[in-house]
Structure formats: C-alpha cells, structure tokens
C-alpha cells in the first residue's frame, strides 16, 4: 500500500526546520533524536509523514536544490549577457559573499561527498543535479557563441564541465581547510576559463 502522509504542512514543517541539520551534519550523521529536537515534534509525528529517515533526507535535499537554484536562477535573471551569465558562478560563490544557501553550505557538493558510496538513492539525486547544471551551462555557453560572445570554437561541454569541477572544487578546498583564499584563488580561475572564450 501506497504511504500518504499525514499532513503536507506538517511534512513541509519538518523538511525545512531540518534542512540545514542534514546539510551541517550530513545524511547519514544525522540522528531521528536530532529531527525530533528540532521539529519538537514526536518519531510517531515524524513517521506518520515520512516513511522513514532516509525519505526525510531525501526531501531535504529537494528542497535544499530547490534554494540553491532559486538563488541561482535570480542572479542569473540580472546578467546582461551570457558572460555575465557565466562569471554568476564565479562571483556568487566566493568567500565575501553572504552565503545564501541553507546552513552548511553548498547542497550538491555536501550531499555528492556523502552519497557516492552509501546512499544510492540520493547519489542518483545528487547525479540528475549535476546534469541539469552542465546542461544549463552548455546552454549559456552555446547562447553566447551564436550571440559572437564566445569563440566559435569553444567547446562547450567541455567548458560547462571545467567550471562546475573549479567551483565545486574550490568549495571543497575552502571548507574543508577553513581558507577561503583557496575558494577565491580558484574562483578567480573560473574568469580566466571565461576571458579565454570570449571572442576578442
């Protein structure tokens, strides 16, 4: 038989009370003692809206990707043209920026370090974002080469893959040594990525 939830607000409650506890202390890191002092809700509430943890992790993820490409989406929306569309990425994840994302930082790289060997339906979530950004930026990338923006013979694929690897990477960098220098030394690199493309 099919779960239904109890209550839809109820489960929304829960989704976003515990975001940014899934999101600091990982998927797996996180405990239902945790959920329920957050929520101050009971396990029979949690349960009776979520069949078990690993769908309220689940959820939050949604719901954190949700955020971030909001985010994204917005200042993408003020670009001009599709350089500015491209360099959102440099600028919007360095380190004197206010983070905008939910607590913890960037979902996808959070959820993708975590799940690659251990969770396999969040690895395969986690996946489907990667391919949705690569093919978002494939599309900033090819709009600007017909706009003569970019060279004509960029490739780009291999472009929306370099800037997704250095921003990715450099997040790691920086959180994982608490020097944010190193995020920005690579996010600089992410601009050199799009000066070389640009058509002169």
């Known amino acids: 038989m099919k779960f239904t ?3 839809e607000e109820t489960r929304r409650f829960i989704i976003e009370t515990t975001a940014g506890i899934f999101n600091t202390k990982g998927y797996a890191g996180t405990s239902m ?4 002092a ?4 009971t396990k029979g509430s949690i349960y009776g809206n ?6 309220v992790a689940l959820a939050v993820f949604d719901y954190t990707l949700e ?3 909001k985010i994204i989406a917005e200042q993408l929306s003020k670009a001009k043209t ?9 600028n919007l994840f360095c380190s004197t920026q206010k983070q905008p994302f939910i607590e913890g930082g960037c979902p996808l790289l959070n959820a993708g370090t975590e799940a690659d060997d251990t969770f396999e339906p969040l690895r ?9 950004m690569k093919k978002d930026l494939e599309t900033i990338i090819n709009d600007g080469i017909a706009a003569k923006e970019f060279r004509k013979d960029t ?3 291999k472009t929306a893959l370099t800037i997704m690897a250095l921003v990715e990477g450099g997040l790691l960098l920086g959180k994982t040594t608490h020097k944010p220098a190193y995020l920005d030394m690579v996010l600089e690199t992410v601009k050199d990525v799009v000066n070389n493309i640009s058509a002169p």
């Open 5 to 7: 939830p109890r209550s």
């Open 155 to 157: 490739n780009a694929e």
């Open 50 to 55: 979520f069949e078990n943890k690993e769908e």
């Open 33 to 36: 003692s945790d959920l329920t």
């Open 124 to 132: 395969k979530k986690v996946a489907r974002a990667i391919t949705d």
């Open 38 to 41: 957050a929520t101050q809700l």
């Open 82 to 90: 599709n350089k500015e569309k491209l360099l959102v990425f440099a």
């Open 67 to 69: 955020r971030r490409d």
